[in-house]
């Protein structure tokens, strides 16, 4: 049975940083196809980053060159790196496994940016 808890979110100004944890059981982390969403208010849940179990990563467009997705294996432990926040990226941010062709998320952590 997976668990993923995350945490490190929290009220930041717009221009600022935070980095979300998240840390992993009841898989082989290091092989794991990992993610952060996002989902905010009345909107639909959005992928934001992935990284495979070699290190590979991918990123959508809108947060490419503020964002940066890592996972330190021998923690079970993955991360997301946020800088020059902006209001729009106010959300739930949820971290995720890809197991068995389907995604599976933690509870979320609450990432409020103002303006």
């Known amino acids: 049975q997976v668990q993923l808890v995350e945490s490190g979110g929290g009220l930041v100004q717009a221009g600022g940083s935070l980095r979300l944890s998240c840390a992993a059981s009841?898989?082989?982390?290091?092989?794991?196809?990992m993610g952060w969403f996002r989902q905010a208010p009345g909107k639909q849940r959005e992928m934001v980053a992935t990284?495979?179990?070699?290190?590979?990563?991918n990123y959508t467009d809108s947060v490419k060159g503020r964002i940066t997705i890592s996972r330190d294996n021998a923690k079970n432990t993955l991360y997301l790196q946020m800088n020059s926040l902006k209001p729009e990226d106010t959300a739930v941010y949820s971290c995720?496994?890809?197991?068995?062709?389907?995604?599976?998320w933690g509870q979320g952590t609450q990432v409020t940016v103002s303006s």
């Open positions: 995720a496994i890809r197991t068995r062709g389907i995604w599976r």
């Open positions: 009841g898989t082989i982390f290091s092989i794991a196809f």
């Open positions: 990284i495979s179990g070699g290190g590979s990563t």
